[in-house]
Each structure stands twice: as C-alpha cells, then as structure tokens.
C-alpha cells in the first residue's frame, strides 16, 4: 500500500480552487461573492467572533506545530481511546475505520443543534466519516458506520470552514471530530491565515483521551460533549468494546470544563461563544443509567453547567437486535431524568419532552 507523506498529501490537495473544492451543498441558494462584503461587515462588528480561542495559537506556529504531533500519533494510531495501534499513514484503516485519508460526509448551515449554536444563520456543520465509538443505535450509521461520504485533503476542509463564514453561519460546528484530529488542526492553522474568525464546536461523543484533549487547550472555544453511559457493561454492548467509557468520559469532562469553563451566552445574541455544553440522551430502561450521569455532572462540575436532556432516542441501525433498546422512551422515563438533575441541583438544563 502506498505511504502517505504528510507534506506532500497536503501540498497535492491544497492546489485546488477553493470554490472547485466546495460541496455543492454549501453553495445552494447563496450567492457567496455578493455576501462577501455583507459578512465582512458582520464579522468585524460582531465581537463575538472576532477573538477565537485558535487565533493566538496560529500567529505563534503553534497551531501547526500541533496539528503535525498529531499527525504523527497516527503511525501506530493512539488518538481515542481504542488505541487500535493501526498504521494510518500507510492507508490502513483502523477501528475506526478512518485512515490517514480525510474523509467528510458533509458541509452545511444546519438548524438542528442547540438553539443557542444555530441563531438566525444557522450553526456551520462539517459532518466527518467514521467514528470511533461506533454505537449500535446510531442515528448517522450511514456515515459513521457505513462510510458515506468523500475524500478530501486539508486544504479542502479549510476551504469548507472559510465558506461556511462567508454564508454567514455562526460558528464551525466539527461532528464526529475525533479520528480526524490532526487534519483538523492543520486546515484550521490554514484557514486562520486565510481570515477564519467563527468560533470553532467540538462536537464529540465524549469518549476522548486527555492527552489529545491537552492539544486541543487553546484550539477549541466551546466543547459540545455526549455523556453518553455511567455503566460500564451498557457502554461495552451498545457501543462494542467502549467499556471504559464512563471512566475516560469523566477524566474528558473534567479537561474540558478545566479549558473553557461553564458556557457563555452572548446576552444580545443568545449564542454561545465559549465553553462546555453537554448532552445526554435518555435511552429506554435506563439502560445508559441517566441516575450516575446526572448526579456526576452535579457532583464534578459547576452546578450550572450546561446540560441538554435528550429525548429523541429512536431505535436505528442494530438497535433492533436489543429488545431492551428497541423502542422510543416514555414521558416518566425522561420525567425521572429531569427530577434527578434537579435534585441535584443542576440549574442549567435544556429540556425537551415533558
Ligand atoms: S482513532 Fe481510529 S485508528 Fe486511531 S486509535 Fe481510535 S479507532 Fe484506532
């Protein structure tokens, strides 16, 4: 198999036109040329993004200093806590499935995330291939699980994220980031040249390694972070050998709340700009024990820590080969949920069903 050199990877692929190198998605319905200077205008008067957390980073080199230490991880690849060992840079894929190759299902204005990331021009969502916790119930299993999607070099990413500022969207919104690190910091490191200023989303699953995390201080303005389980047998049979999940979730919880704190709202946006916000999704049974999520969130961190109580479970993909987890959740299930966070004395939670 052909060996991938980093230099050159990048080098071949940021040779392309920046507009050639759009999904078409992205452009559908905008004009970008003619908002250009609209969105110019935008961004300079809008102080909230005008200081991104990466910004300081890149004029220093050190944005791409460690965009190329995480590159080198994928040699015999540690970046999640998998730790599979596979050889990325070789084009193996690991369990993951991921390999050296970048590979994005997506780029888009969505309005689907937490109203405080979507505003009124919508949150600016790059939708990455693969996954590395590989749940049976996942509602994207077309593009975690099954691949869907395309192959694209770094100087396409930072392209996409230039162009989702230029359509106005309010921040960059990275899901299923976690495999795709090291490309991530380096297109940002290009795009931060090129005049990127959106406040960049992390939007994991939570099941991440503080010593990646460490590389991310700096980089990352707000953390939008799964709790998925507080058990570990339930983490290891829903998302297949994460049984460590709960463990290394909380050690996550802890870094990331350490770098960006309790989220803040801009009072005359209502967005967010900076800081951690979790979700957790109610799953049928209590399987995921909702109890211990809740009651570690209101034990570890700030009371009023941001948590969104899910309600939308939906059985998908190999969901159905679970009985126990093969059905939507009750009103009294999420209700017992939402009294537990209160008893808690959690006072920042965003709640659905009820
Ligand atoms: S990111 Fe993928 S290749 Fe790397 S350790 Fe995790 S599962 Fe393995």
């Keep these: 198999m052909q060996k991938l050199n980093r230099r050159n990877f990048i080098r071949s692929l940021t040779a392309l036109p920046a507009m050639a190198m759009a999904p078409a998605m992205l452009l559908q319905g905008r004009n970008p040329a003619s ?18 957390n990466y910004l300081s980073l ?3 080199g050190e944005l791409k200093i460690r965009g190329e230490i995480l ?25 993951c499935r991921a390999s050296a190759e ?25 939708f990455f291939t693969n996954c590395s916790l590989l749940c049976v119930f996942c509602i994207n299993y077309e593009i975690s699980h099954l691949g869907q999607g395309r192959t694209y070099g770094i100087g396409h990413l930072a392209n996409m994220m230039l162009l989702l500022q230029r359509n106005g969207c ?18 940002l490191d290009q795009a931060a040249a090129r005049g990127l200023r959106l406040p960049v989303v992390y939007n994991t699953c939570g099941w991440e390694k503080t010593d990646v995390l460490e590389l991310l201080d700096g980089v990352v303005d707000i953390y939008l972070a799964d709790f998925k389980y507080a058990d570990a047998q339930a983490a290891g049979k829903y998302s297949p050998g994460a049984h ?20 803040e709202t801009d009072p005359e946006t209502n967005l967010i700009y ?29 009371k009023n820590t941001y948590l969104n109580i899910m309600s939308q479970y939906t059985p998908m993909y190999k969901a159905f080969n679970y009985p126990e987890i093969s059905r939507h959740i009750t009103r009294s299930e999420y209700n017992n949920v939402v009294s537990t966070a209160r008893r808690a004395g959690l006072t920042n939670l965003r709640l659905q069903m009820q």
Excluded at 35 to 49: C, G, H, Q, T, Y
Excluded at 105 to 117: I, N, P, Q, V, Y
Excluded at 246 to 251: C, F, R, W
Excluded at 284 to 298: K, Q, T, Y
């Design 35 to 52: 908002s250009l200077a609209e969105n110019k205008a935008r961004i300079k008067n809008d102080p909230m993004e005008t200081a991104p």
């Design 58 to 60: 890149h004029k220093r």
């Design 71 to 95: 590159w080198e991880k994928m040699r015999s690849c540690n970046l999640c806590p998998r730790d599979c060992g596979t050889d990325r840079i070789s084009l193996q894929r690991g369990d």
């Design 102 to 126: 970048l590979e994005i299902s997506s780029a888009s204005a969505h309005f689907g995330e937490e109203a405080e990331l979507v505003g009124s021009r919508g949150s600016g969502t790059i």
């Design 170 to 187: 309010h921040n960059i919104n990275l899901v299923t980031p976690s495999h795709y690190v090291p490309h991530i910091l380096l297109a």
């Design 244 to 263: 460590c999940y709960p463990e290394v979730t909380e050690k996550a919880m802890i870094e990331m709340h350490r770098q960006v704190g309790v989220a």
């Design 274 to 302: 900076k800081g951690l916000m979790i979700r957790h999704l109610v799953m049928p049974g209590n399987v995921a024990r909702s109890d211990r999520v809740v009651r570690w969130i209101a034990n570890n961190l700030p």
